[in-house]
């Protein structure tokens, strides 16, 4: 009777996953299929969201240490990054600008702390967690707005975003058929060396299958292998947050997964690195 309990749960729980998932597919693939400023509101809005779930996690380790973040300057600024992405004179030298006015944002905040507080203030770790948000988050969603605009950048996002699910499907797969040693178990103790692999290989078949379906360049086999490697490297990134901080999830937004940030947490290293190889090396 408890196994067959147990059963009827799992199976509740993979059908919310499945379901919650197409529809998440079905969202970013409009998006990016229509671009323009469908994209550019999607993407922001997934960062937004996903920048207060990793804002509220270190809000709440704050308050353990007996000390403030100030959120608010994040978000402005990450709109600033977001609205830039946007103009055609974005590069470079004007988003470091808009960055270094972040810290700027910051360290005033903490200046009226302290002075209305009677002594009281966090800056280094206000400033270090809240542009960290910005640069983990944020940037690599700018670097996917700015992608979108490349020449085939719907091909490039719909790959990207292919590449990072063949991914989590094939190391979840080969981590549940073969998976037997474990890769990171004190960041991460479900994951394992068979799964990280499975994902790799995942990935590279997605990719290959992309360049044929969208008559993409065969270099674009490097997107393979960026969201087979540096995807899983993404998603460890979060789990290491949400252990320092003490968190299960970064938030109970998507019925099935928990956060927008758990769901897109491998986009982010991914989207970022095919961006610097496409944009800035190649």
């Known amino acids: 009777?408890?196994?067959?309990?147990?059963?009827?749960?799992?199976?509740?729980?993979?059908?919310?996953?499945?379901?919650?998932?197409?529809?998440?597919?079905?969202?970013?693939?409009?998006?990016?299929?229509?671009?323009?400023?469908?994209?550019?509101?999607?993407?922001?809005?997934?960062?937004?969201?996903?920048?207060?779930?990793?804002?509220?996690?270190?809000?709440?380790y704050a308050k353990i240490k007996s000390m403030k973040i100030s959120p608010g300057v994040g978000y402005i600024f990450s709109l600033i990054f977001l609205i830039a992405a946007t103009r055609e004179n974005s590069q470079s030298i004007i988003l470091a600008m808009i960055l270094s006015l972040c810290?700027?944002?910051?360290?005033?905040?903490?200046?009226?702390?302290?002075?209305?507080?009677?002594?009281?203030?966090?800056?280094?770790?206000?400033?270090?967690?809240?542009?960290?948000?910005?640069l983990y988050i944020t940037v690599p969603w700018v670097c996917m707005i700015?992608?979108?605009?490349?020449?085939?950048g719907r091909e490039?996002?719909?790959?990207?975003?292919?590449?990072?699910?063949?991914?989590?499907?094939?190391a979840y797969i080969g981590g549940k058929l073969f998976g037997s040693v474990k890769l990171c178990e004190h960041v991460s103790p479900g994951k394992t060396v068979q799964g990280f692999v499975a994902g790799i290989i995942g990935s590279l078949l997605v990719s290959a299958a992309a360049i044929y379906f969208f008559s993409l360049p065969r270099e674009m086999i490097?997107?393979?292998?960026?969201?087979?490697?540096?995807?899983?490297?993404?998603?460890?990134?979060?789990?290491?947050?949400?252990?320092?901080?003490?968190?299960k999830d970064s938030g109970h937004l998507i019925p099935g997964h928990g956060g927008m940030l758990d769901r897109f947490?491998?986009?982010?290293?991914?989207?970022?690195?095919?961006y610097l190889i496409l944009r800035v090396i190649l």
């Open 1 to 60: 009777m408890a196994v067959s309990k147990i059963d009827k749960a799992g199976r509740a729980e993979l059908q919310l996953r499945t379901f919650s998932s197409v529809f998440i597919v079905a969202i970013i693939l409009g998006a990016v299929h229509y671009g323009g400023i469908i994209w550019t509101l999607t993407a922001s809005l997934i960062a937004l969201i996903s920048l207060s779930e990793y804002y509220r996690m270190l809000e709440r």
């Open 103 to 134: 810290v700027c944002g910051v360290f005033t905040v903490e200046i009226f702390k302290r002075q209305f507080s009677k002594g009281s203030s966090s800056a280094v770790f206000n400033t270090g967690g809240i542009i960290s948000g910005v």
């Open 146 to 152: 700015m992608l979108r605009d490349y020449i085939i």
């Open 156 to 170: 490039i996002l719909m790959t990207l975003f292919f590449c990072t699910w063949g991914c989590d499907v094939g």
């Open 222 to 247: 490097t997107i393979g292998f960026i969201c087979g490697i540096a995807g899983q490297a993404g998603d460890l990134a979060e789990s290491l947050i949400k252990r320092e901080t003490g968190q």
């Open 265 to 274: 947490d491998s986009i982010l290293f991914n989207g970022l690195l095919t």
